[in-house]
């Protein structure tokens, strides 16, 4: 039986990623310290035979018992209010996180996938974006701390593989959403479906013609499952490039919904990037994958997920 760790496993990504591998058939070590996630997310899966969690942050030396085949890299804040609110954790789990769990990979003779992001790009000149452009970041805004955690992550990643020839898989994650998402991390997706569901206004910052690109969690997972089983080790995209500006994105969560509620708009935050669209010709031909569920069908499954949360948990300020 394959041995997988995953780091993150009790976020929203890593926990979908705990049970597509318990049901392809392996033992899954999951780990996380709960600074952004929830142990709701994997709740459903303690107890069974082939799950174990381990309460540990990645940027401590990180021991594993016995062999390890994968390591699955997730462990980050991944909303902007979150890493601009830990800022300095959100350096280390991208650094020291990384550079220990390649230790553990080298020491276990694992093959090693990390979650990069689309936030490599920074806010990008080159549209849509190829994974050979380079990017657009501001080093030291607020939004540097993950998007330089994330550019050393891939750059350490690539240096274990030349130089002690690790096998690395590099995934460039664009946004995703889907059930399990925190309702407060300031994401868009929970943000604008919790405030309709507690009848506020949705706000929409700056005038809301940037553009974001959209991908069901299913599908990333299917992405990421097919690029760690194959052999390609550079940064693969996986996102759906279906485009849409915030403000239209606002208009069809008020029809999904139902709120009689009004779009407001306040302040685009710093460095927001203005455009965001993921070329995905590479994925399409190496890993033969592309998106299969659309945003009608996607949103739809999200909000019935936040719809089922009890009154607490909706109107909870924060994590
Ligand atoms: P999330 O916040 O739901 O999950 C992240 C998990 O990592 C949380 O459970 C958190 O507790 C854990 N964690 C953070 N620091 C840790 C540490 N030092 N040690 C152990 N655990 C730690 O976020 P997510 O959306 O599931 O994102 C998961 C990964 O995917 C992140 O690396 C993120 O950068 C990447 N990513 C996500 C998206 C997206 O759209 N969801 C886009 C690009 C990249
Ligand atoms: N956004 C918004 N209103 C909100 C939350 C986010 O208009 O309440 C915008 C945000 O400025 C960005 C886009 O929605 O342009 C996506 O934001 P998110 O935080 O989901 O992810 P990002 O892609 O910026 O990391």
Known sequence: ???VLITGAAGFLGSHLCDRFIKEGYHVVAMDNFITGDKKNIEHLMGLEHFEFVAHDVTNFIEIRGKLDYILHFASPASPIDYLKIPIQTLKVGALGTHNLLGLAKAKNARMLIASTSEVYGDPLVHPQTEDYYGNVNTIGPRGVYDEAKRFQESIT??????HGLETRIVRIFNTY?????LNDGRVIPAFIGQALRGEDLTVFGDGSQTRSFCYVDDQVEGIYRLLLSD??????IGNPYEITIKDFAEEIIKLTGTHQKIVYKELPQDDPLQRQPD???AKKILNWEPKVNRAEGMKITYDYFKSLSEEELNKSDH
């Open 1 to 3: 039986m394959k041995k």
């Open 158 to 163: 690539m240096a274990y593989h030349r130089f």
């Open 178 to 182: 889907g059930p399990r998402m925190r």
């Open 232 to 237: 390609y080790s550079n940064p693969v995209n």
């Open 280 to 282: 995905i010709t590479l």
